[in-house]
């Protein structure tokens, strides 16, 4: 299942979520209900391999600066965009001292996505806009299938790309550059049709 509108009787709201049949994952992006189907084991490991690797150093201060919160798959609720969900987003303890009860109700300072074949089309073309509407300062798009990751930074309100690394690069890239991420350790195991 590739990602897809869902009509909804007006704007969307989280009822129309509640309603979606079971391994569909559904977004609200500007009123509009975006679904697509629950990630695959390579998404998810590759979420949580970056999740491992930036949590320690930044969230915590092991081996990095700290002063981050790292969330993996947060709900974040914000005008106009009840409920959206980056694959890992990341605030500074600055803006936030204390994580919140209940959804995020604050744009991420740092948001990663992970493409895959039935996301990217999305990711790029639905959310890359609207987190630079919504003033996320960094995005990293993680690649599937081609094993890359780009790494973005907003600027003036567009996105400038600072880089595209791959295989088995070891790499600093902003908002994360005190530490050196192994990219060749992101990539899973597992057959190509098995990534999404």
């Known amino acids: 299942m590739a990602y897809g509108k869902r009509e909804t009787e007006g704007v969307a709201t989280l009822t129309d979520i509640e309603a979606l049949p079971e391994g569909v994952v559904g977004e609200i992006i500007d009123g509009t209900l975006y679904v697509h ?17 930036l949590r320690g150093p930044f969230q915590y201060g092991r081996g990095g600066p700290g002063g981050w919160w790292i969330q993996v798959e947060p709900g974040i609720e914000l005008d106009g965009s009840p409920e959206f969900i980056p694959d890992v987003a990341g605030w500074r303890k600055e803006r936030i001292a204390r ?14 996505e992970v493409l895959s074949p039935s996301t990217r089309g999305y990711d790029q073309r639905i959310k890359r806009p609207f987190y630079a509407r919504i003033g996320i300062r960094h995005l990293w798009f993680v690649d599937v299938e081609s094993r890359t990751l780009t790494v973005s930074e907003l600027r ?24 050196e991420l192994r990219l060749g350790e992101l990539w899973p195991l597992v057959e190509s049709s098995d990534a999404g």
Request: charged share 25%.
């Open 156 to 179: 003036e309100g567009h996105w400038t790309e600072l880089g595209v690394y791959g295989d088995d690069d070891v790499v600093r890239v902003p908002p994360f550059e005190e530490v």
């Open 37 to 53: 189907a629950q990630p695959r084991p390579g998404h998810m490991d590759i979420l949580g391999g970056l999740f491992a690797e």
């Open 99 to 112: 994580l919140p009860a209940t959804s995020w109700r604050l744009a991420p300072d740092w948001a990663c």
